[in-house]
């Protein structure tokens, strides 16, 4: 289905209301407006409860102050270029974030949940080698306003449907973590009691593995839980298909979650992209329980996806079955996620956008040049 352009607005004098945390809307209406701080309490709350975009309907804000509020900030209309809906329900979003690229978020549908998929930039530096993303190179980092554009943008398009999603995972386009402050100050503004006031426990950020941001993240206590793609239980195999191990190799990578501090209850989620052949077998399961043997994870057992087509093999159903139900038996939560909407190119690792190819050798410097 395709639906008008609806895109995200370039930057302009005014600000874009999206991007602001209530902090730094506080100190922006102290400074600019002479309004008292706790104003962009009710701004949020209009804003992202309220779903009310307009000052001139903030009625409990002065007539001249809604005004001047008026000529301070800008509000994008919300939308996307097309969506497209797979047969097993699973929704895609296209946006265009400038007038050559695009991209996308994904609804997915499961029996018992729904997963809003965001992305965090427009394509990726880490090049791995199974991820359609990876072939791109980065474009470009989101900015958090245009993060929070595609949450609000779904919330409003899920109405059509009478859903809502109930987990967000950063599994779209891109290394979260290597857009760091984006990310974070979009989580933050998601989270906020006076934002979408969403749980932290619903929100995913998944990566790659760059070990400095992790720590920061963590000492920060970002409110979101982190998602691990291990894939890989040998340096050897894991640097062939992710380039970033040989700047952060396994051990350097599960030292960090080991050292963490997590609140009670709280646990990481180890991924694992299964690669028929390359990194399934059994010695690799022997040596995924002992790596990850008191470590507080789940662990999400994701068969490659063959859409991908980047020349590796999904494994086959039972040995997935059989490191599931192996790694149960050691005591571990694992857990298996089968692509969705695979015909709309909807599914983990199919993400790509139309743009132009960059060269391996420029992906890989830029690769060292990631800086958390
Ligand atoms: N950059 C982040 C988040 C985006 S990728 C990261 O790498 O974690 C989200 C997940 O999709 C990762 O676990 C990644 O390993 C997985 N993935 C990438 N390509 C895939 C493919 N072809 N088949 C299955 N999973 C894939
Ligand atoms: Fe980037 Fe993640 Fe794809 Fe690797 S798997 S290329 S980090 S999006």
């Avoid at 008008?4 to 902090?23: I, T």
């Avoid at 694992?272 to 470590?295: A, I, W």
Wanted: aromatic letters at 8%.
């Amino acid at each position: 289905m395709t639906l008008p352009l609806a895109k995200f607005e370039e930057p302009r004098d005014q600000v874009n209301f999206y991007g602001l945390s209530r902090s730094a809307l506080a100190a922006l209406l102290d400074e600019r407006v002479g309004m008292s701080r706790y104003r962009a309490d009710q701004l949020f709350q209009w804003v992202y409860q309220k779903e009310v975009r307009d000052p001139e309907k903030m009625t409990n804000i002065k007539a001249s102050d809604r005004e001047r509020l008026q000529q301070l900030f800008f509000f994008p209309e919300l939308g996307f270029q097309t969506r497209q809906i797979s047969k097993d329900g699973t929704r895609k979003y296209l946006f265009s974030v400038s007038e050559d690229h695009q991209v996308e978020s994904v609804m997915i549908k499961q029996p018992t949940r729904m997963t809003l998929c965001v992305s965090s930039q427009v394509g990726c530096a880490l090049g791995c080698k199974f991820c359609r993303t990876g072939t791109m190179g980065l474009i470009r980092h989101l900015r958090a306003d245009e993060i929070l554009f595609q949450v609000l943008s779904v919330i409003e398009d899920a109405r059509n449907f009478g859903d809502m999603f109930t987990n967000m995972v950063f599994m779209g386009m891109g290394e979260p973590l290597h857009n760091y402050d984006a990310v974070t100050g979009a989580i933050r503004i998601l989270t906020d009691d006076f934002g979408l006031a969403l749980s932290q426990r619903k929100i995913t950020v998944s990566t790659v593995g760059l070990v400095p941001a992790i720590r920061r993240f963590l000492e920060e206590q970002i409110p979101a839980n982190l998602a691990i793609s291990l894939n890989a239980t040998t340096n050897e195999i894991r640097s062939q298909i992710m380039p970033i191990n040989r700047k952060h190799p396994i051990e350097e990578l599960l030292g960090v979650l080991r050292d963490a501090k997590l609140a009670p209850r709280k646990r990481f989620t180890i991924e694992y992209v299964m690669l028929g052949g390359l990194n399934d077998t059994p010695e690799d399961l022997k040596r995924l329980s002992q790596l990850l043997r008191n470590l507080p994870c789940k662990i999400n057992l994701i068969p490659y996806n063959d859409n991908a087509g980047l020349g590796y093999e999904t494994p086959p159903s039972e040995r997935v079955h059989q490191w599931q139900n192996e790694l149960n038996s050691h005591g571990m939560t694992a857990t298996i996620r089968w692509s969705k909407g695979q015909d709309i190119d909807a599914a983990c690792g199919q993400l790509v956008t139309q743009s132009t190819k960059q060269k391996k050798s420029a992906r890989l410097a830029m690769i060292d040049s990631v800086t958390p």
